[in-house]
């Protein structure tokens, strides 16, 4: 019996540090993308051209911050690695990964409908587009049946031509307008 | 007296109140509303106020005001997403306060806390506006630059799990700060002659991005079982007469934030987000219990929402003294004036007084409205967390995008809304704390300008030193930073202990 | 029936081919694009011209502020507004020097010059302190101490162009410290952070009046009515103009007529007792040049700032 209670245990604290190991793998490539990025811009800041007004030229100040932001992530990147060695190395990264995009399925559709709503904008113009998004959003949240339709409609209609004659009748502030659809 | 007199005479007629309560609901509601902000429903307000007289605009637009320091408030601890951008330190308490099922205490403490605020600076602006004005007025690129190292400091409270990411979270923000023109001589910066980063990253769009679509996005995440527990427990109690005993019973934390925000408005170009980070990392670091911070604390709460409101009287301080405006918003109060024929400077309060106490009543005045509109519609309010979130989300999105493209009527802006939103929710799933990105992205431009400017006007490094003011905040920071590393240190000393005796 | 259509479709093909009728303009609402924030000074004139063009024309006329890059980012977009008429904006001195210094491309001559409307002196502005307190010991102190006296301008803009010609034409030579905007300047002025600055009615007259600044000298050809004691540059012998200009422009390629339609509305507003009431409270003379006018002004212009522009570099 005993035996079976600290191996349970055991296993218990092997899945923790697993998955201790894989989000450290996650964080590690972002310090490594961060990194490589900061170091890339502190570079081009160093070529911008000094002035003769003042000691500190346009790229004295972003040369100094990303390179700062290179060395904090280089520092944080080797710590991830010693971490990812001491919780026993690294396994089934890839079911993990399935798992943790499972889990966010609809946030990820959700902003793949907000890049197309804002593609869209300027070509068909902020009536049609938010009304169109809010629909869509909103049935793909709540899933789809008549009642969530109907509420749907009216909420989306409210919050995208009523917004924007709110906003272009009494305050004179104009949406953006589209080429095929003024509103 | 009878300047007095005329002030008061001219705030307390019929028209002049009813404009002012419509102004008050409307500042509340656009600050509630995640991408609009108080500077935006100002300047709506602004050619409304035309057809006004002087004194009637002015007591609208700060009616709007006030309203607006305390409608970030509702969003910040109902949804978590700062209504403006001077309630980022307000989700930190507020929001675990509601989660934790109150609610209604959460709305009660920042509203009584914005109150006792504006009246603490209001009085602070009535009793000592000339004197600190000219403090202010005499503070060199030195001792603003000074300022701002000390408050980059905070990022130490902010830091949540790791101090590490918190530190790379902040220096992201300074380094986003840095692309687009630069604010010396507006040339371009990293922008890769790209039209989307031209004009740079608006504070704004990072603070609405970071913050709002990063949590919309995160809200929709399915774990597993359905969380739809009801937020909102059945019997609300507001406790409004208790937690105003509450408030008033920590008089000390109240006073402090409030100077802080008075301090802080006072000085031209900083503002209420920054005070309200102050006083929310003053509060954590003198209280006795550091580790309730965060976790839904009512000093958080308080700190957090008087540092904001407080801003609101410290704004006008160089403004009625000397004719400087202390903020953004200021600057709009001072051109509605100026329309009018009046000119803002030193010269205000002698040539205008009925209209400068007529400003003071008006103060006064707004957050009384504010009190009474936000009591009175708490209830409301806490319906929003009853919405089902197939509602909230994508329609909180819709003003995101509004606020976005209103601010500077700009399409790209609204590209880098996308962008920085999806980075946002990026770090806060590897769980970078957000806070100090939006500090970085604050402070980094002040901090550059101000940096520049001192080394123009004089070459020598050590004039940060041999400059009282300036050489106290540079020890300031070196004692923030001391103090906050030892208690980190012990924070993780106590944690090893409690895993070995646990082990 | 189907020469009834035919007929129907020409007409409605010819009335499409049909040039803008001008005596039409403007049938709806005309957006007014401001390059800068609200508050600020081309914000408040613009807003003024906007409520007298909407009274004059009967057509809303609202005000779209596009800040950002010292007003090129609203000019960048107004360049690619549709040539009706229907959207027009306003440049200034600002983007005549953005231009010669490589910050845009885009130039006076890429809109169409409507009219100037709005004319702010400049004022050659003093802080107290123990060296001088006049122009004339200005000149004699900074030739014994030349780069001692710091000078508040905002880097490669107007009032830096502004200090160069006073350096110019007095060989005289001052340390420069960057500020963005006027407001910045005089606070800095006021703590005594810099030592001279350009400044203007609007931000600075009370603190002269107040004793804790300095109208050394105006940029005007006469006295202003404002400050009638300072003297001109001219007087102190000098021969340059520091004003500050707003005109009203509308994209390249709009018709003629619309031109034309626009300058005669622009005319009437600013014959309005109210708009030049409201501009000198806003600190700046309301006047008038018409196409002509305001182009040749402009060409001036644009030739002294290319003389000037390799002093700004750098």
Known sequence: MTVNVTEAAAADTGVSAASRARTELARLISYVVLGTGSAYLSYRAASLPTSRWEPLGAGSFPKLVFAVLALLCLAAAVRAVIDIHRAGGLHRVGAAFGKWLYIRRISIALFALLVVYLAVMPIVGFSVTSFVFLLASQLMIAGISRRTILQSVVAALIFSVGLNMLFAGVFNVFLPRGILFAG | ?503 | MFRKMAVAVGLVVAAAALPVQAQDYPEKSIEFIVPWGPGGGSDALMRIVAQGLAEETGQAIPVINMPGVGGNVGLAEFAKRAADGYTISQIHEGLLVSNKTGITELNWDSFIPVALVASSPQYLTLSKNDNFSTFEELVTYAKANPGKVRAGVTLAGIPHLHMAMIEEAMGLEFSYVGYTDTGERVRALIGGNIDIAIGDISSAAQFVENGDLIYAAVGTAERTDDAPDVPTLKELGMDAELIITRGVVLPAGTPQETVDALEGYIEKVMAREEVIRLMGNAGADAVFYGQDAYRTYLEKLDASVSKLVGKLEG
């Open chain 2, 1 to 503: 007296m009878d300047a007095f007199l005329a002030g008061a005479h001219q705030v307390f007629a019929f028209d002049t109140l009813t404009y002012m309560l419509i102004g008050s609901v409307a500042g509340i509601i656009a600050a509630a509303i995640p991408g609009f902000t108080v500077t935006m429903a100002i300047i709506l307000t602004l050619p409304l106020t035309f057809a006004m007289e002087p004194l009637q605009g002015v007591a609208v637009m700060l009616s709007v005001y006030v309203g607006g320091y305390t409608g970030g408030l509702i969003s910040a601890a109902l949804l978590g997403i700062p209504g403006t951008p001077s309630s980022v330190a307000t989700t930190f308490d507020a929001f675990p306060m509601a989660r934790n099922g109150e609610p209604g205490r959460a709305l009660s403490l920042g509203i009584w806390a914005s109150f006792f605020g504006t009246v603490i600076s209001t009085i602070v602006l009535i009793v000592a506006a000339p004197p600190l004005a000219l403090i202010a007025v005499k503070l060199g690129p030195w001792e603003y630059f000074s300022l701002i190292v000390f408050a980059l400091t905070v990022v130490a409270s902010l830091v949540g799990n790791s101090l590490m990411r918190g530190l790379i979270a902040g220096v992201i923000g300074l380094g986003i700060a840095t692309i687009g023109p630069d604010p010396m001589m507006g040339r371009s910066r990293l922008t890769f002659d790209t039209d989307l980063l031209m004009p740079g990253l608006p504070f704004l769009i990072v603070l609405i991005g970071i913050f709002a679509i990063s949590q919309l996005l995160s809200e929709v995440e399915i774990h597993g079982k359905k969380t739809s527990h009801a937020l909102i427990p059945k019997v609300i109690d507001f406790k409004t007469w208790q937690v105003m005993r509450e408030v008033l019973m920590g008089p000390v934390n109240l006073i402090r934030s409030s100077m802080i925000g008075v301090f802080i408005g006072a000085l031209p170009g900083a503002g209420g987000s920054i005070a309200n980070l102050l006083a929310y990392d003053q509060a954590k670091r003198s209280s006795k219990t550091p580790e309730k911070f965060g976790q839904g604390s009512p000093d958080g709460v308080v700190a957090s929402e008087a540092g904001n409101s407080a801003t609101a009287g410290g704004g006008l301080i160089p403004m009625i003294a000397l004719g400087i405006p202390g903020s953004a918003v200021d600057a709009i109060l001072m051109a509605s004036l100026m329309v009018h024929g009046i000119s803002v400077g030193p010269r205000l309060i002698m040539d205008n007084a009925d209209l400068v106490y007529g400003m003071f009543i008006a103060m006064i005045v707004s957050s009384l409205m504010m009190l009474v509109v936000c009591v009175a519609s708490m209830r409301l309010f806490l319906r929003v967390t009853d919405i089902p979130k197939q509602f909230i989300v994508p329609t909180v999105i819709v003003c995101c995008v509004i606020g976005a493209f209103a601010l500077n009527n700009r399409m790209s802006d609204l590209y880098l809304l996308g962008i920085i939103g999806l980075v946002g929710y990026g770090l806060k799933s590897l769980d970078y704390p957000l806070a100090p990105l939006v500090l970085g992205v604050i402070l980094g431009p002040i901090a550059e300008t101000n940096l520049r400017r001192a080394l123009m006007s004089d070459a020598d490094w050590t004039t940060f030193f041999t400059r009282p003011i300036s050489a106290v905040l540079l020890i300031a920071a070196v004692i923030s930073v001391v103090f906050s590393v030892r208690s980190i240190l012990k924070i993780r000393k106590t944690a090893r202990e409690t895993n070995v005796a646990s082990d």
